[in-house]
Nanobody, 114 residues
């Protein structure tokens, strides 16, 4: 399993970014996929999840602002982030559980300026 995240950057508060995560080495449509984030000095937290059939869950702080989606044909996971806030600043990771082993992408930095 390999996960390659991209799409991070620097954006002003209120702006938008879309993260992508390209998966390989797995039957993508069979896996639930997750986005995590880790801010400096804080623990990594689960931001959003999507099942293979498209059911989604979000942490409360991003509900109504972030949307997780997937394209099973292109084996790509997305995170659309709108109305970004400075507290969303973090390294974002795509992740999945593969035979009870947590797999991680390399992370992409999102910085939101006030």
């Amino acid at each position: 399993v390999q996960l390659q995240a991209s799409g991070g950057g620097l954006v002003q508060a209120g702006g938008s970014l879309r993260l992508s995560c390209k998966a390989s080495g797995m039957n993508f449509r069979m896996y639930s996929m997750d986005w995590y984030r880790q801010a400096p000095g804080k623990q990594r937290e689960l931001v959003a999840s999507i099942s293979g059939t498209g059911n989604t869950n979000y942490t409360d702080s991003v509900k109504g602002r972030f949307t997780v989606s997937r394209d099973n044909v292109w084996r790509t996971l997305y995170l659309q982030m709108n109305s970004l806030r400075p507290e969303d600043t973090a390294v974002y990771y795509c992740s999945t559980s593969d035979r009870q082993i947590r797999r991680w992408g390399q992370g992409t930095q999102v910085t939101v300026s006030s």
